[in-house]
């Protein structure tokens, strides 16, 4: 998959492959003292998520933390995970659970489109107004720097790399460190401000396994056969195959884009050439998934499994980036990024927490929670605090969110909007950018409103 730890074959395969089983094995290790440290002192509970731990450990014995004990080799290879553990979560995202039917799901589908319009191009009114008003005209900063919010929060570390060349082209040579570092910080604040937010909503009683048991939906059970690989090593190997057919068709698709992307030229060409892998292979999820049950073999399908390869892969994405976090970048330009990440936060929080509950039907918070999660630090740290705070899956907000997911993925968090907006600042200048971005955000906003307002559409039998 192009992009995906590129240069690791170097001319000594061997050295190459016992780097990667070094890397892979440390981190590891390392997720798993900070899972036990967490549950040791049940961190969770204060809103404190285990791959946190495992991130601040890593910090710490990194070559530039105070017990610098990892080699610098090894920092560089996890660099480069983030791309790869959120192409695997996307990959998972849709195998385990039945499709949802849609007469049941087009009103909830609809509130979390509108929400999440709301949640990104707020970003970037949030962040063009910081721009405009501060960080252009006393610091000097590029316009481009408005884009950093929408494509670190939501886009994280792997839209932020794909996104430094382009910056660099239009004259923000240090657009790609920025972005890098904001995601990392996005994706602290996700983490550790959004399981505040559920000790909040578990104090408030809005979580849904709080509410009386008569207004608990029990979690769904699989009604196919069981039938599928019986011994738990071939249920696995059979599980990450599918994962893996499911992010080849992403990548496919990835290739197919560009070839025809690059037959068209000119700003087409540029967006399908920056476009990543992660946003497509939702869609081969969802095509592996609806041939699974067309075939009548949606049993080799485990929903354990396919949440575990998910919440590993996210695990391991927070662990790596929290460890791989530049102090030295984070202290130089202290200013800017504090003031982009607080802006951004801010935002986040007003809308999951005030106008979520307006937009959403039943399990809103569950439901505004895994959007917070999605907005502050990519869909990986969104299905974590859903799992921190519905870990029985009571709610519906996995498979409406789901579904937003393969609606939105494509042109936000490292989509074709993503990919645009750069280009939109520099030809239509930022203040133009900015009021089209809160023309849209009102729209969205108004849109969900009435949508809320529809009668609920009874599910097909």
């Known amino acids: 998959m192009d992009g995906l730890l590129p240069g690791l074959w170097g001319p000594d395969l061997f050295d190459g492959i016992s780097w990667l089983v070094l890397a892979g094995g440390v981190l590891a290790a390392i997720l798993a003292t900070g899972r036990a440290i967490g549950r040791r002192l049940q961190l969770q509970l204060w809103g404190i998520p285990e791959a946190l731990v495992a991130g601040v450990l890593g910090l710490l014995v990194a070559p530039k933390g105070p017990f610098p004990l990892l080699p610098e080799h ?64 006393l610091l000097g900063f590029s316009p481009v720097m408005a884009c950093l919010i929408e494509v670190a929060f939501e886009g994280g570390h792997g839209s932020a790399a794909a996104m430094g060349a382009s910056y660099a082209a239009l004259g923000f040579e240090s657009g790609q460190d920025l972005g890098l570092a904001l995601a990392t910080v996005g994706l602290l604040s996700s983490t550790l401000i959004g399981g505040l937010v559920v000790v909040l909503g578990r104090s408030r009683g809005w979580l849904v396994a709080d509410l009386a048991p008569e207004a608990i939906q029990p979690p769904a059970t699989p009604t196919e056969a069981s039938d599928g690989p019986g011994h738990p090593l071939a249920a696995w190997l059979c599980n990450l195959g599918l994962v893996g057919v499911a992010v080849g068709v992403g990548w496919l698709l990835q290739l197919l884009l560009r070839q025809l992307t690059g037959w068209i030229g000119g700003g087409v060409a540029t967006v399908g050439q920056a476009l990543p892998v992660f946003p497509l292979a939702i869609l081969g999820s969802l095509l592996v ?15 354990p499994i396919q949440s575990e390869v998910s919440t590993l892969a996210a695990d391991l994405l927070i662990a790596s980036a929290t460890a791989g976090l530049n102090l030295q970048l984070l202290q130089a330009n202290w200013l800017p990024i504090s003031l982009l990440a607080g802006a951004g936060l801010a935002w986040n929080l007003l809308i999951s927490l005030w106008l979520a509950p307006k937009l959403l039907p039943k399990d809103w918070f569950e439901r505004a929670l895994v959007e917070f999660g999605q907005a502050t630090g990519v869909a990986a740290s969104g299905l974590l605090l859903l799992r921190m705070a519905d870990p029985e899956d009571h709610s519906d907000a996995l498979p409406a969110f789901s579904l937003k997911q393969l609606l939105l993925q494509p042109l936000l968090s490292g989509g074709v909007i993503t990919v645009v907006a750069p280009l939109a600042v520099t030809g239509w200048g930022l203040p133009l950018w900015t009021l089209v971005c809160a023309g849209v955000m009102l729209l969205a906003a108004g849109a969900g409103l009435w949508i809320a307002q529809l009668p609920e559409l009874e599910e097909a039998r």
């Open 74 to 137: 090894l920092m560089e290879l996890w660099a480069q995970l983030p791309l790869v553990l959120l192409t695997l979560v996307f990959g998972s995202l849709m195998l385990g659970k039945p499709l949802p039917k849609l007469a049941g799901v087009l009103k909830p589908v609809g509130g979390h489109v509108t929400l999440a319009l709301v949640l990104a191009f707020g970003q970037y009114v949030v962040a063009g107004l910081v721009v405009l008003l501060v960080l252009q005209p």
């Open 289 to 303: 998934r609806w041939l699974l049950q067309r075939s009548g073999r949606s049993q080799w399908a485990s929903a």
